[in-house]
C-alpha cells in the first residue's frame, strides 16, 4: 500500500507548538495550497491542509517558518475520528509531516521578522580556474583503457 501526500504553500498562521505528557514536541500548522485550475473569469481557488509534525521536525518547523512562509511538506494522509462537544462523530484528516524544506527566498515569503534571519547563509565554495598549462596532451593512444 502506498500512502505518499507532497504539498507546498504558505502557512496560513504561525505553527503552533506544544509538549505531550510524554515530553514529546508535536507543532500544528495549516498551509494554504493553490489550485491548478481556475476557471475563466474566476480567482483562483486554495485548499487548507493542517498539518501535525512531531519532535525534531515540529521543532524546525517552529524555529525557522512564520505566517506566510512558503513550505514544502512530505508525509503522509492519516484520520482519526473524535467527537464534538454536541455528540456528534467527526473525523479529521491531517497530513503527518515527514520531512520538511524551504521553499523560495526570504523576500517572498514576507516574513521579516523570522528567526531565521539569524541563521548565518552558507558560505560558497571557491574553485581555482584551471588554465591550459595544467592539463597534458596525451600523445599515446595505445594504453587507454577505453
Known amino acids: 500500500m502506498l500512502n505518499c501526500v507532497t504539498l507546498m504553500g504558505r502557512l496560513v498562521a504561525d505553527p503552533e507548538l506544544r509538549t505531550t505528557t510524554t515530553g514529546k514536541s508535536v507543532a500544528t500548522f495549516r498551509i494554504a495550497v493553490d489550485r491548478s485550475f481556475?476557471?475563466?473569469?474566476?480567482?483562483?481557488?486554495?485548499?487548507?491542509?493542517?498539518i501535525v509534525a512531531w519532535?525534531?521536525?515540529?521543532?524546525?518547523?517552529?524555529?525557522?517558518?512564520?505566517?506566510?512562509?512558503?513550505?514544502?511538506?512530505?508525509g503522509q494522509l492519516q484520520s482519526r475520528s473524535y467527537e464534538d462537544s454536541n455528540g456528534a462523530k467527526r473525523t479529521a484528516y491531517e497530513v503527518l509531516a515527514r520531512e520538511v524544506s524551504f521553499c523560495g527566498s526570504k523576500a517572498e515569503s514576507g516574513t521579516s521578522a523570522t528567526p531565521a534571519a539569524h541563521v548565518a547563509p552558507a558560505v560558497a565554495p571557491s574553485y581555482q580556474t584551471a588554465t591550459a598549462n595544467d592539463f597534458e596532451e596525451i600523445t599515446d593512444d595505445e594504453d587507454l583503457p577505453f
Open 55 to 74: 519532535e525534531n521536525t515540529a521543532n524546525f518547523v517552529c524555529r525557522y517558518f512564520a505566517k506566510g512562509s512558503m513550505i514544502a511538506v512530505q
Open 38 to 50: 481556475v476557471r475563466q473569469g474566476e480567482q483562483r481557488q486554495a485548499d487548507f491542509i493542517p
